[in-house]
């Protein structure tokens, strides 16, 4: 089959790196990325399947893979070589289009009984992600036993297949994953009835301006946008204030009354939901969140070097958000995944697929998906559909 393949490679990677400080994306043009002709992975056993990805979409996180600026700390949870693509829809040998849950938990890896987490519904926190009969791999995309979405063939357990509805478009079909994501950290951020700032409207940033609209009800929510495009689709998509990344603190300190410290704020609001994740994205969280407030981190970090002093002084909290799982905070209890079928349907999501690739042209792809606000474009997938498999 046709895939773009991630070896093991420190050198390439090094190169990468190197590249993506020219400009980001170029580590697809240096880096241990390839397209090849590889064996199709083989179903690791009789709940398995075979799933002929139509389109995969490109994450910040596969971003940060391909430029060589991934934490050492996944060297443990991935396998190489690897597939990449955790945002999948897909086709079953049937013809019955399904999306991909990715999360390789527990159920997936054969482990009975599973881990307490996962028993409990909250795949996102397995225990186990590196054992069981699968090679270690968080998720599909970084596991080399089950393939991933940037090729023509993944293989996926019964339990991490979600029918697609007739009516649903490929397009808002490949925004669940995405948009599942947004949910969780969502539901898990108390922002109901609060004043709520998104950092950053990237994919994850206009998911969750959409699921606190649709979800969570905060009294205000802020959005802070770099370019036009995110601008738009977040006041759209149900801000109440979008302000350019420079406005953030005068934003907060009006909306919330609050007054001028040094550089930072006496208040601020209640939640920053952060749908960045870098150094100076955490630096701005903890200068406009409110003592006792807190910060929730959906955009996937990296080593960064932060002032923790407002964090103790003023009794921050910052909670990572990673991935989906059951919502507790949702009555009665409901998958994230199926929360967000319903959020990229009735928000209609689709609109935020702004370009589509095939695989021989993935540095373009790459390229586009490390530019994308800048280039006025959000989601950015390969399309599989007319892919030859061989
Ligand atoms: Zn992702
Ligand atoms: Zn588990």
Redesign the pocket.
Known sequence: MRALIFERSTPRYAAARIAASIAPGLGSRVGPLTLSDVDEPELPGPAWHRVRPRLAGI?G?DLSTVDGKSSAYFEAVVSFPFVPG??VVGELDDGRRVVIEPVLGCTVRGIDPPCRACAEGHIDRCERVAFGHLAPGMQTGYCTDTGGGWSTALVAHDSQLHPVPDAMSDEAAVMV??AA?AVHAVMSSGAHGRTVLVLGAGTLGLCAVAALHRFATPATMLVSAKHPLQRRLAADLGADLVVGSDEVRRAVRRTTSSLRVGNGLSGGVDVVVDCVGSQASLAEDLAVVRPGGTIVLLGMPATVLVDLTPLWQRQITLRGSYAYGTEEAASPPTRSFQMAFDLVAGASLDRLVSATYPLDRYRDAIDHAANAGRRDAVKVAFDLRKEKRR
Do not use: L, Q
Request: glycine residues 0%.
């Open positions: 994450c996180s955790h945002e994953e995405p994501c």
